[in-house]
């Protein structure tokens, strides 16, 4: 079996075992197919896209054991309308298989963004937004973190290490063989990944960098920066004293909307923002 393949068979036990039935609504089981030919692994490489959706969909089936997926298809349409158009404008457009959001049916605050494209957002902090402007505002920040790759660059390179030597054995190519170990080393990487976007948070820098990327995001697709700032000001107000979700994860909100405001300037509300705000308010209640 080729190496890839094997990938795709590891995360696809890790998927069953996570037991999250609902992912399929989001993406489809012939997805599992994998392209391209493998020959023995090498110790260390760069990881592949097609390596980092699929880890990104473990992450993906951890997170939906954690959270339940809402149910609600036109909202969920509507969320990945909204978030399509934000990644067409970012500085990775199109991961292996594309972008998917997909929301969470809790009342928490917060968004994860797994590796490859698949991004959460839950309920709570959709009702936290104001008007589309803002949701595009938090999509786009999740897209800065795919764009920019910080989930996969959590797994630790000793691990990935681990992980590319067991696949380049003889032993691992057959299926019984040391498929459970193999699993196990996978497990961790997968791990990694959870640990840091739903427990610790990426680092100050990356956050930044995600926020700066959600403005260009915004600017380009025609929606107004400032709906960032605005939203940021909300959560400050809600998130005081906050030690959970997205306020657990992220850094301090001040410094966040300090840093933002300071490159954004006042833009009044156009007709086109007017008109995306009624839209959201029917989609929203
Ligand atoms: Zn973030």
Redesign the pocket.
């Known amino acids: 079996m080729r190496r890839d393949a094997w990938l795709a068979l590891l995360i696809l036990v890790t998927f069953v075992v996570g037991g999250c039935g609902g992912m399929s609504a989001i993406i489809p089981a012939a997805a599992i197919a994998v392209k391209g030919a493998g020959k023995a692994a090498e110790a260390a490489r760069p990881i592949t896209d097609s390596e980092e959706y699929y880890v990104g969909r473990a992450v993906a089936a951890r997170i939906l054991g954690k959270y339940k997926l809402d149910q609600d298809p036109k909202l969920t349409q509507y969320v990945n309308e909204v978030g399509q158009t934000v990644a067409r404008k970012s500085s990775r457009p199109n991961p292996f298989k594309g972008y998917h959001f997909a929301v969470l049916d809790t009342q928490e605050i917060n968004?994860f963004?797994c590796p490859g494209g698949t991004i959460f957002i839950t309920r709570g902090l959709i009702q936290t937004c104001k008007n589309e402007d803002q949701l595009a505002a938090v999509l786009a920040?999740?897209v800065?973190?795919v764009a920019n790759k910080?989930g996969i660059n959590s797994i630790s390179q000793a691990r990935w290490t681990q992980v590319f030597t067991a696949m380049g054995t003889e032993a691992a190519k057959q299926y019984g063989g040391v498929a459970g170990n193999l699993v196990s080393l996978f497990e961790g990487s997968i791990d990694d990944v959870f640990k840091t976007i739903v427990v610790n948070?990426?680092s100050r820098q990356?956050?930044e960098t995600?926020?700066a990327a959600a403005l260009t995001e915004l600017t380009r697709a025609g929606y107004n920066p400032n709906a960032m700032v605005i939203l940021l000001t909300t959560m400050e107000a809600k998130g005081a004293g906050a030690s959970s979700g997205?306020f657990k994860?992220?850094p301090p909100t001040s410094e966040r909307l300090a840093k933002v405001k300071a490159s954004v300037g006042q833009s009044p509300e156009s007709q086109g923002e007017k008109i995306r705000t009624e839209r959201f308010k029917k989609m929203v209640s």
Do not use: M, S
Request: cysteine-free.
């Open positions: 968004a963004a920040h999740e800065g973190h910080d948070g990426y990356a956050e995600a926020d997205i994860t992220h």
